[in-house]
């Protein structure tokens, strides 16, 4: 089936630590995307990318870091310097601009 | 930059009944696109409606309705005969033909049905 994939579901960290999501999407698609949706909030772009190799800051990039090595993976770095890290966080992607995002189911970070 | 506001956090309707979400949304942007999602208690997002810009009909799907006022930057919901099912998060977004094409939404609006 095509679609995009986020794992795990739910991750655990210490304070403290690095710590990776992962997205991987077989859609083909040019555009991926990583959210953070706090408890009641709406979704705040942290990074983007539109292309292989290349990748934009959003609104809240502070802590965080991406990669987009091959065009199906968008893994996402929550690192030590982000403040307040706990929090559910959304992948996206989109065949190109203007058409529908499609979402991943979530990855559910607690650090602890 | 591109930015989007809902102004209502929660809303409730009784079931059957009719409701209409607010969003209003800023861009500099001539060519852009508007969407309404859906986010379940499941939490997966679902797209629930699309919008160019550049069309001045108003999109439908089934129940689904926008009133799109390109002029006053608005772009609201209008959900026909509710259902159970109905109830979530909805979140209106943006994104726009430059090169950026930042996918940006507002802060969402939690909807409830009653029976």
């Known amino acids: 089936d095509g679609g995009i994939t986020q794992s795990p579901k739910y991750l655990f960290r210490k304070e403290g630590q690095n710590v990776t999501l992962s997205c991987e999407q077989n859609?083909?698609?040019?555009?991926m995307y990583w959210y953070r949706q706090d408890p009641g909030q709406g979704l705040r772009l942290i990074y983007y990318?539109?292309?292989?190799?290349?990748?934009q800051k959003g609104d809240i990039a502070e802590g965080y870091s991406v990669s987009r090595e091959k065009k199906e993976s968008f893994p996402l770095t929550v690192t030590s310097a982000q403040k307040n890290p706990t929090a559910f966080y959304l992948c996206?992607?989109?065949?190109?601009?203007?058409?529908?995002?499609?979402f991943g189911q979530g990855t559910r970070l607690t650090v602890v | 930059a591109q930015t989007v506001t809902q102004s209502q956090p929660e809303m409730s309707v009784q079931e059957a009944e009719t409701v209409t979400l607010s969003c209003t949304y800023d861009?500099?942007?001539?060519?852009?696109?508007l969407f309404w999602y859906k986010q379940p208690p499941s939490r997966q997002m679902i797209l629930v409606i699309r919008q160019e810009a550049y069309k001045q009909q108003n999109a439908t799907e089934n129940r689904f309705s926008v009133n799109f006022q390109k002029a006053a930057k608005s772009f609201s919901l209008k959900i026909s005969d509710s259902q159970l099912g109905d109830t979530a998060m909805y979140f209106c977004?943006?994104?726009?033909?430059?090169?950026?094409?930042?996918?940006?939404f507002g802060g969402g609006t939690r909807l409830m049905v009653k029976p």
């Open positions: 861009t500099s942007e001539n060519n852009y696109y």
């Open positions: 977004g943006a994104t726009n033909n430059n090169a950026g094409n930042m996918l940006t």
């Open positions: 859609l083909n698609h040019d555009a």
């Open positions: 990318s539109q292309i292989v190799n290349d990748f």
């Open positions: 996206a992607s989109s065949i190109k601009q203007g058409t529908e995002a499609f």
